[in-house]
């Protein structure tokens, strides 16, 4: 599915770099909508938590996966791609363009690396995993597939589970199998958004006391009533378990805040691990600058076709 030169902007980087301002000050000049990479924003019901655009924003520029997954959903790298495939086109035919935006590296890999078409779920095997304890699932992929160990979080149980299914029913390494995976067949300008790490730090643990401040503990307690579960793909979002611990007065705010700024710090370590390894992303520093000038510097490398910059 090829397409002209660099029509794709994809905007890119960890979590707190200010990608959906930039993104949103990008659109509304060049007369984009934006096709969330954000691997919790898919969900509905997970508004405040994951620091969605407000209903308001969203009504000005088109947004497209964003609360495209019911709470008890799954959704998954291939299926989004398949999206994207889906949506650039249909984008393309009202005149407008593409901007990819967020901090997904799991999404983002499936269209800037590729992704293989692997076996389809075993729920047999899948059942056998359940009860192992995840540091035996550990060890066991360490011992099958230790590149792909080395590149999942010890805590990630979806991922190790997956990795070890498509070894016991293909004899290969899922890692292997991602080495052989093709880019979309598109062209794309990638921009990272980082930012100094003192202030990135301060930031987290800013954008947590203001989700505290406007509701997040009623948001919280909704998703208890509707059923959210540990099984849950949606409930695995940083913020959730701790929230509802929070709920059930075993933290206090502060200690609430302590504990996902410091698990949100560590998946920062992760996602930017994950985009070094991309020698064709460009960054930016986000240190200092409004969402104004930085839209200035990703429009000066980036030059989209058929919009009216």
């Known amino acids: 599915m090829s397409q002209g030169k660099d029509d794709v902007l994809v905007i890119l980087g960890p979590t707190a770099t200010g990608k959906t301002a ?23 019901e997970l508004d405040l938590v994951t620091d969605k655009p407000n209903p308001e924003v969203r009504s000005k520029i088109p947004h497209h996966l964003i609360d495209w997954v019911s709470l008890d959903g799954n959704y998954d790298a291939m299926t989004f791609r398949q ?72 805590n990630d149980r979806l991922r190790t589970v ?10 290969k390494r899922i890692s ?5 995976a093709k880019p979309l067949d598109i062209c794309c300008t990638a ?26 503990r009623d948001e919280l307690a909704r998703l208890q009533e509707l059923g959210l579960q540990p099984e849950m793909q949606a409930y695995r979002t940083i913020g959730v378990p701790e929230g509802f611990a929070l709920l059930r007065n075993e933290l206090s705010e502060d200690e609430y805040v302590d504990i996902v700024s410091a698990q949100t710090w560590q998946l920062v370590r992760r996602q930017m691990a994950w985009f070094r ?8 520093d986000v240190t200092g600058k409004t969402a104004a000038e930085l839209a200035d510097a990703v429009l000066a490398l980036w030059e989209p076709q058929g919009a009216d910059a």
């Open 191 to 216: 921009i990272g958004l980082e930012r100094e790490r003192t202030e990135h730090r301060a930031a987290i643990r800013a954008r947590l006391w203001e989700m505290l401040a406007h509701g997040l």
């Open 176 to 180: 292997t199998l991602q080495a052989e």
């Open 83 to 154: 999206d994207v495939v889906r949506l650039l086109p249909e984008i393309q035919a009202r005149g407008n363009t593409a901007i990819i935006a967020g901090g997904g590296t799991l999404y983002l890999g499936a269209i800037l690396r590729g992704i293989f078409e692997g076996p389809a779920k075993d729920e047999a095997l899948r059942a056998q995993l359940e009860d192992v304890p995840m540091e035996s699932l550990v060890a066991r992929l360490e011992r099958v597939d230790p590149t792909a160990a080395r590149r999942i979080h010890p």
């Open 162 to 171: 997956r990795a070890l299914e498509v070894f016991e029913l293909t004899g």
């Open 22 to 44: 930039v993104a949103l000050e990008i659109a509304g000049r060049v007369r984009g909508e934006i096709i969330s990479a954000d691997s919790r924003a898919f969900f509905q």
């Open 277 to 284: 390894r991309d020698d064709q992303v460009t960054w930016l």
